[in-house]
């Protein structure tokens, strides 16, 4: 009995360990082929590397050699890793043509790039779906560049009075946006209103709006643009309340201090 329950066990394992095995090695085979389409991307790209081409060069060719599932399985891979592909503005990414900068092409990024895929260093990358990927910067960049428009177009012409304490627009800045633009950037446009940005005499520092507009290329206002204007309004009204209530009730506690024995005198 005990030895029909051991053989048991023991095939038990040899099967599971045999099956782990093999999973494994076909999902190392399956792997190693993408990051073949990969390295065969880039390939295609070094070919115009030759006397300072450009990235936009190979696109024909890149379209044409690559198919759907191909292309599918390494962009958002290529993309993180510096490829620079372009998504169009106002239209969802399409797979069918894709679209690259026309920066010149930089052998040592597409060296190191296929350094990092052939160690694997990228394999958590690969068939990430490059629509939701694409659609999800294609909004980021949109916004950032609303906000780059905002500084340049709106701020740059504003003017701060100081006896006042304000800060007054172009008078035709509101023309200027549509009504989705005006609702995406007010989070933004409320946080950004400040006499920071001008110099004393109420002109715009043009040195801290250079760096206000680095800020929202990096990424450090993004929870700003990305916030709607109805749940910060909503905030800001709560915080007010809150605010004339503090102020209402701080001078009542400080009477109520100062004449301790009021209640006793009645």
């Given amino acids: 009995m005990w030895i029909d329950i051991i053989i048991a066990l023991a ?4 099967g599971t360990y045999f099956g782990t095995y093999f999973l ?14 990969a390295i065969r991307t880039l390939n295609i790209i070094k070919e115009y590397a030759k006397h300072n081409g450009t990235y936009d060069k190979a696109c024909q060719e890149l ?3 690559l198919n759907i599932a191909e292309k599918r399985a390494v962009i958002v891979a290529l993309h993180k890793i510096g490829l620079p592909i372009q998504t169009p503005v106002n239209a969802p990414f399409d797979i069918k043509n894709i679209q690259l ?12 790039a296929k350094t990092q895929i052939e160690h694997g260093y990228c394999d958590h990358l690969l068939y990430v779906d490059p629509d939701k990927y694409f659609s999800e910067n294609l909004r980021i960049d949109t916004l950032r560049n609303l906000a780059r428009k905002f500084v340049d177009t709106t701020l740059a012409y504003s003017t701060y009075k100081k006896d006042e ?8 800045w509101l023309t200027s946006y549509s009504w989705g633009e005006k ?9 950004v209103t400040s006499n920071m940005y001008f110099h004393n005499d109420g002109t715009p520092d043009k040195s801290k709006l250079e760096e206000l507009k680095t800020e929202v290329s990096t990424g450090l206002w993004d929870n700003y643009l990305f916030w709607a204007q109805e749940a910060y309004d909503n905030l800001m009204q709560g915080s007010n309340l809150t605010n004339r209530f503090l102020q209402i009730a701080v001078p009542q506690q400080n009477t109520n201090q100062q004449n301790p024995k009021t209640d006793e005198n009645r």
């Fill in 101 to 112: 900068s026309n920066g010149v092409i930089d052998k040592d990024l597409l060296e190191d």
């Fill in 165 to 172: 304490e304000m800060i007054y627009f172009p008078e035709s």
């Fill in 11 to 14: 095939s038990a394992l040899i």
């Fill in 24 to 37: 494994a090695k076909r999902e190392e085979k399956k792997v190693k082929k993408v990051r073949a389409i």
């Fill in 183 to 191: 609702k995406a950037i007010w989070v933004f446009k409320c946080q």
């Fill in 63 to 65: 379209n044409t050699k």
